[in-house]
């Protein structure tokens, strides 16, 4: 559960 949420938030440091 908490693992997507960090793939989410580093998707969008990326995506920066």
Known sequence: MGT???FRC???F???
Do not use: P, Y
């Open 10 to 12: 580093f998707i969008s």
């Open 4 to 6: 997507h949420s960090l």
């Open 14 to 16: 990326l995506l920066l």
